[in-house]
């Protein structure tokens, strides 16, 4: 055997008892995590990693991955990892010392980003215990496997078998770990609630509210179709046995609110169309679902709002938090505090059990989701998880309009095309939709029946296409005469503006 050759041999079994010690350390810091109900080392990590992602960033991620952002992103952390635990496996066969202090350092990273995950308060016991967990597993392994390497190689057979036992042990330990993730991740609290009957019940759909056209957005979003934005890189599992809503801040009666003094209330029910800041000209982060719940209204007067006070700070389980103007959710528009969602209880994913639906602000200043507190505040003496990161502190959902039918790029015959898509404009109304083609006359849209000013509203022209490349264009009016612009304005600091277009081809 060349010098050469041994000392790559070497390498590998260093940099494989880095992977395997490290791996066995960071599946037992994820099974106690799991098991204690806390956020694990990778998912910390990798929310540290998020906010301190610059805004840019952020949005070039969310334009390149789409909803695989998170995937990217945890991916990403744990080809870091691999290859630190790697390098720190090869260092380790000659300088044992430096590779168990970085191995070490490594830990303490993890734990600062536990104690930092708002999920779980800081210095908590149970963060402590992961941490210990993993020091334990970790080093112990990589010193382990380093000994054992190390071993006098006068006869192979003996070394090759204290090396096979040390790898075993460690991987049985980090086995042991992943199996209580598991266990752990299935027995999370129980994910639903007795939702009464509403008191006060939405008014039905009336008919004609859509069109029987194929593509066409339906007037409510099915809940497993609702979009989703969430800052948080796993959906917090809250047990609402004992969730608590607080209202605080500028109140005379400070309120301390569970999940059952809300079911007990008078619930009412509003069918609202929710918008996300970020929804590009012609995106789908728009949704209409029918909320249940409390108006928000009658918890804040239940604690009895003082003068002064000009905005609510809503606080979520994640760490997220928003800023509402106090004006729109004591006005008439009907903001809820809501428990349910078509019907249901809320889905983990869009708030359980217990979120803010606000008509007519973009959801980052309005729909917290797992809601613990509404802080009743001055806009001067607080900022806000998206106002942090540029957005800005006020957003109303500005007046825009789709097409969904035809899509972009179609392949259409000549003669009668059904264009039809859904306008928005909550709290004023949409009043009319206009279509034009190649920058013709505009044609006013037939719309469907009008629901409420809080949700879209479908709209339908027939176009009677001549063979060639076109170039179709929406735009809306709303309730207050004002015209949706053609200007062209970025997600950032407050919503796109824009004609939709889509470009079809006629034979
Ligand atoms: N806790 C928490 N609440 C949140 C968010 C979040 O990331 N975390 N995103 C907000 C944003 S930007 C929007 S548009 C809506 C989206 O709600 P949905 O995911 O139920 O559609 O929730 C809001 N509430
Ligand atoms: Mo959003």
Redesign the pocket.
Known sequence: MTTTRTRRTARAAGAGSGLLAGAAGVLAGEGLASVLGVTGPVVAVGNRVVDLTPRPVKEWAIETFGSADKLVLLSGVLVVLAVALAALGVVGVRHRAAALTGLTVLIALAAAAMLLDPAQGAGSWEVVACVAVMLGVGLGGLAWMLSSLQAPARDTGPRRRSVLAAASGVAAVGAVGAAARTVGDRSAGPQSLDLPQPATSADPVPSGVSFDVDGLTPHVTPTED???????LQV?QVDARDHVLRITGMVDRPLELTVGDLLERDLVERRIT?????NPVGGD?L?TATWIGIPTRELLAGAGVQDGADAVRSV?????T?GTPLGVLTDDRGALVALGMNGGPLPA???YPV??VTPGL???V??????TELEVTRFEDFTA??TDRGYAAKAPIKLSSRIDVPGSFAQLDAGDVTVAGVAWAQTVGVERVEVRVDEGEWHDAELGVEDSDQTWRAWRWVWPAEPGNHRLEVRATDRAGKVQTSRREPIAPDGSTGWHSTTVTVS
Do not use: I, N, Q
């Open positions: 609702f979009y989703r934005v969430d800052t948080a917090p929710m918008t996300c800041v970020s982060l949704g979520s389980t994640d760490g997220f928003a994913e869009h708030g979120r803010m973009y959801g980052y309005s729909a917290t989701k797992w809601l998880y998206w």
